[in-house]
């Protein structure tokens, strides 16, 4: 349903969702497989696998309000919503349920690290629930989609930093720092280098 991947300035944001319009147009899955192939969409919350791979980050509600692990904005339903409406009209198998929603979860918990849950969710919505959405041409949510890679691109521009999700849980253990980022140059100052080797890891809140 989603498989997305978003270049943004110049970190490469590989980003995979669950329906994200994206790299590949019939089997988007986030970080795995899924099937809403999107149009070309940004991967992983511009998470990267840089030191490691995309994975999941710790979670917030929105553009800033932290929740829990796993869920972020308690809005991980959306992700299981969507991979159902994808089901009946570009079916890949409901074996592949569970997979598809872990991987569109993660994407959820990256999003949330660069402030931009909120528009990824309401591209998971439109998707879901949009009658008039198209999984084949991935046509009917371009507004939302638009939305959150431009979040994204914002997201990388503005801190000169992309995701690291997969580094989360090894690395960021303050629950006050809970995201793992890789920077270009600096960080900001409310992150903390916790890898020094290479390009390097930080923890920070959500940038």
Do not use: H
């Not at 696998?49 to 917030?60: D, I, V, Y």
């Not at 009209?89 to 990256?110: F, L, M, R, T």
């Not at 600096?186 to 809140?205: K, Y």
């Amino acid at each position: 349903m989603n498989k997305s991947s978003l270049t943004c300035g110049v970190l490469g944001l590989g980003l995979i969702a669950f329906a994200c319009g994206a790299t590949d147009n019939k089997s988007p899955a986030s970080g795995g497989s899924s099937p809403v192939a999107g149009a070309g969409a940004p991967g992983t919350a511009g998470s990267t696998g840089s030191a490691g791979s995309t994975a999941s980050a710790g979670s917030t509600a929105s553009a800033g309000s932290t929740a829990s692990a796993g869920s972020p904005g308690g809005s991980s339903d959306l992700c299981a919503q969507q991979f159902d409406a994808m089901e009946k009209k570009c079916p890949i198998g409901a074996d592949s349920k569970d997979a598809n929603v872990q991987a569109c979860q993660a994407d959820q918990q990256d999003y949330a690290g660069i402030g931009c849950l909120t528009q990824f969710n309401s591209w998971l919505t439109c998707t879901a629930s949009n009658a008039a959405y198209d999984c084949e041409t991935d046509t009917g949510c371009e507004t939302s989609q638009a939305s959150y890679f431009g979040c994204q691109s914002q997201a990388v521009q503005r801190t000169g930093c992309v995701r690291l999700g997969s580094q989360d849980k090894m690395r960021c253990s303050d629950a006050s720092k809970p995201y793992a980022f890789s920077c270009l140059a600096a960080a900001p100052s409310t992150c903390v280098q916790v890898v020094t080797e290479g390009a390097g890891i930080w923890c920070c809140p959500q940038l």
